[in-house]
Each structure stands twice: as structure tokens, then as C-alpha cells.
């Protein structure tokens, strides 16, 4: 059963990345469109909350939930702004570092190293995103090089952000439920991006129902919820190494779905080696994972 919302989560994570570039393509804000994901995401979880109950959270939970707001809101930026630069299908495959960075994290706070087969993986992981960046390295255009660079840079951020973030949703899921986890969690990016959404995007929100937006806007906060809820259950009922292995096939997917559904096309060149590379790095991923 596990494998079947490991699976749910993937593709969730799939969704949410190809409408949220859909939407951006439509000229709407970032600022707006993690709003609008966290504020629907909100309604879900508080309805499942309402049905299944919601526990009241330990007097640690609060410092957790701050620490993650603050990291989560750096990581949501920095993704959004740039899917919004770059083509999912050359962003995406990058994200196949974020086990190089959880366990750089892991041996920072705790001292642990990764094993054997691990160090392969992880050397794996930057062939494979070696792969994908060097390929898209223009030699005539030195602007062109340095929009990369600024989106390698916001993927960094993203990715450091992330590492850390994997203990804070098991300190908060166990200080409190996952349901009032999610729930508050989303509650209070929709309190940090309101301001940042009507300010910087200049949204106007007393016409917030007559915006001629794609209807995919409103099932980002679903898809949302259903990622992080398949995969808490997944984790509860399965291995967690086993889950991320499933999970990290995401990556995969979503490179192709992007090329497919989103119609980006690169070069036949390019395009072979975004798909061969994000491949070898997913490789690398379950090596990690499974050895965990």
C-alpha cells in the first residue's frame, strides 16, 4: 500500500511543478503564486483537519514552526523564481542534488557520513548534473552564461534550505499531528506571502475572483496537500529509504512530462542529455536513499 502513495506523491509533486511554470508563463507573479498555492493548500488541510481531528501542538512546536516558515519561505522563492527563469526540464534535474546537501547537512549537525555506496551515489549525482549544466554553457553569449549562473545560484538556496528541512517536518509531525503540522504550517505562509503578494505583484484581491487566470491556479493548494499527505503516509507505512527512492523518480518525470506537455524543446542535442543526465542522477538518488 505504501508504494501506491509514494507513487501519488511523485506525481503530485509532477502537477504542482508543470502548473505552477504554466501559470508563471501566464505573466502571474511569483509572490502571488505561492500565495495562492499555501492559502488553497490551507482550506484542504483545515477541512481534513475538521474531519480527523487536529491535536493541540507541545510548547517545542512553536520555535519549529518558525524556523521552518522562515527556511520553507526562502526555498519557495528561490524554486519559484527559478521555474520562472528557466525550463522545468533543465531546473528540475538539478534537484537531484538535494541528497548531496542533506548529507553534507547530516555531517555538519550530527557528524555522520555517508557510507560507501553513498559517496557513489553522491559522486553519481554530480555527473549527472554536471551532465545537464555543461550542456547548456553557451560559448558565444556571455548574458546567456550568466542567467544560468543566477539560476544555478537560486537553486542552491533552494537546495541548502531543503536539507535542513527534513528534520524540522519530523520535529514539528512529532510535536504535534501531521494534519495540524500541514495545516498551521500553510497557514502561516499565507500570512508571509499576502503582503509580498499584494505589494510586489500588486495583486488586487477585491478583484481577486474576476482574474482571468488558468483554473490550474486553484488546484496548486490540492496538489500540494496531496504530495505531503501521500508521502507522510507512505514514510508511516513503508521504509523510508524505500519511499524517497520512489519519490525521487519525480524527477524523471517531470523532465519528461515538461518536454512533453509544456512542449519545451531545447535542441535534440540538449534534450538528450537533460534526459540522460537527470537519468544517471536518479540513479545516484536511490543509491543514497537506499543505504540510509
Known amino acids: 500500500m505504501w508504494i501506491i502513495f509514494a507513487v501519488i506523491s511523485a506525481l503530485a509533486i509532477t502537477a504542482r511543478t508543470l502548473y505552477t511554470k504554466k501559470i508563471l508563463n501566464e505573466k ?3 509572490f502571488f ?4 498555492t499555501v492559502f488553497i493548500a490551507m482550506i484542504f488541510s483545515g477541512v481534513v483537519g475538521l474531519i480527523v481531528g487536529f491535536t493541540t501542538p507541545t510548547a517545542d512546536f512553536w520555535p519549529i514552526l518558525l524556523f521552518r516558515v522562515i527556511l520553507d519561505s526562502i526555498a519557495l522563492v528561490s524554486f519559484t523564481y527559478a521555474i520562472k527563469q528557466k525550463e522545468v526540464s533543465l531546473v528540475v534535474p538539478m534537484l537531484a542534488f538535494s541528497p548531496v546537501f542533506a548529507s553534507i547537512s547530516g555531517f555538519v549537525m550530527v557528524g555522520q557520513l555517508p557510507s560507501d555506496i553513498g559517496i557513489i551515489g553522491i ?3 554530480v555527473l549527472g548534473g554536471l ?6 554553457v553557451d560559448y558565444h553569449s556571455f548574458r546567456a552564461n550568466i542567467s544560468l549562473l543566477k539560476t544555478i545560484g537560486l537553486l542552491l538556496v ?3 534550505c531543503w536539507s535542513f528541512l527534513a528534520s524540522l517536518h519530523k520535529l514539528g509531525i512529532d510535536n504535534s499531528s501531521s494534519v495540524t503540522y500541514l495545516f498551521l504550517g500553510n497557514l502561516a505562509f499565507s500570512l508571509v506571502f499576502f503582503l509580498p503578494a499584494l505589494l510586489i505583484d500588486k495583486v488586487d484581491f477585491k478583484k481577486f475572483t474576476k482574474l482571468k487566470i488558468s483554473p490550474g491556479v486553484y488546484l496548486l493548494g490540492l496538489f500540494l496537500v496531496i504530495e505531503f499527505g501521500s508521502q507522510l503516509i507512505a ?6 529509504g524505500y519511499v524517497s527512492a520512489i519519490k525521487s523518480s519525480n524527477i524523471v518525470i517531470t523532465t519528461i512530462a515538461a518536454i512533453v506537455l509544456l512542449k519545451e524543446r ?4 540538449k534534450l538528450a542529455i537533460r534526459i540522460a543526465g537527470t537519468l544517471v542522477a536518479v540513479i545516484g538518488v536511490v543509491l543514497i536513499v537506499l543505504t540510509r
Request: proline letters at 7%.
Open 28 to 30: 502571474i507573479g511569483p
Open 266 to 269: 531545447p535542441g535534440k542535442f
Open 235 to 240: 514514510i508511516q507505512s513503508g521504509l523510508v
Open 158 to 160: 533552494t537546495l541548502i
Open 131 to 136: 551532465m545537464v549544466v555543461l550542456a547548456e
Open 33 to 36: 503564486t505561492i500565495w495562492i
Open 123 to 125: 559522486c553519481i549525482i
